[in-house]
């Protein structure tokens, strides 16, 4: 009977064992877990606690919090000439000289130039011997020819807007594809067309060709916010 008893007891010890055993761990596991989900906490507490410190100091500091400016674009000029000459070279150096010129912005009071815009326009830069004037009004082949007839097209678009041109040259001859006296002829390093965004806002410039016609858009860049 007494054996019995003692077997019975050692049973209910081992029992009783487990259960404190299973409950020590199962306590250690919550304290791990809480203690992860503190840090966290406390991690973001922290960072969110520096972004406010930052924004604070730069109010105290009067330093201007950066936002993006968002600009309303008003057309202010447009003019399109006719592409008389398409010839294979030509059309290349019109669409190469284009895309350079496309989206090109001009601050206020910023002086443009056509020449440092397109850069040296020579065949070792790209571009393609093609017909142009001489300084005697002779039809030769030149390197970019055609890119008179783009500064020519700019030319009077910039006269639309009432920008205050700086440098214009005419050809040496009468062109065709602007009215008289409304032509401006450069070579890179010697004759450019230059003139002054004297806007109240930035401008900006759009060159298109369909290898039929050059336009040329300007915009005004007025900030909306």
Same mark, same amino acid.
């Given at each position: ?11 209910? +010890? ?11 761990? +199962?306590?250690?596991? =919550? ?52 592409? =008389? ?11 190469? +000289? ?10 206020? &009071? ?11 326009? &020579?065949?070792?830069? &790209?571009? *393609? ?5 001489? +300084? ?18 700019? =030319? ?16 040496? *001859?009468?062109?065709? =594809? ?9 070579y890179y390093g010697q004759l450019d067309l230059k003139f002054v965004n004297n806007r109240k806002n930035d401008i900006k410039i759009m060159a298109q060709t369909d290898n039929y016609s050059i336009t040329i858009k300007l915009y005004e860049l007025e900030p909306s916010n």
């Open positions: 009977m007494q054996s019995n008893n003692s077997k019975s007891n050692d049973k209910i +010890a081992i029992i009783i064992a487990t259960i404190v055993v299973v409950c020590i761990i +199962a306590y250690i596991v =919550y304290l791990f877990f809480s203690s992860n989900i503190t840090l966290n906490s406390n991690i973001l507490d922290n960072n969110s606690s520096s972004n406010n410190y930052d924004n604070v100091q730069a109010q105290k500091n009067n330093i201007p919090v950066e936002k993006e400016v968002v600009y309303k674009e008003t057309e202010i000029a447009s003019f399109t000439t006719t592409l =008389y000459d398409n010839s294979e070279n030509r059309i290349y150096n019109i669409n190469k +000289a284009c895309q350079t010129l496309d989206g090109t912005t001009i601050k206020k &009071g910023e002086e443009f130039s056509f020449n440092n815009t397109i850069g040296p326009m &020579g065949e070792e830069n &790209g571009y *393609r011997l093609a017909t142009g004037f001489d +300084a005697d009004g002779k039809l030769i082949d030149i390197p970019a020819g055609g890119m008179c007839q783009i500064s020519s097209t700019l =030319y009077n678009a910039a006269l639309i807007s009432n920008l205050e041109i700086t440098e214009r040259h005419p050809h040496s *001859r009468r062109v065709s =594809y602007v009215p008289v006296d409304k032509d401006a002829t450069i």
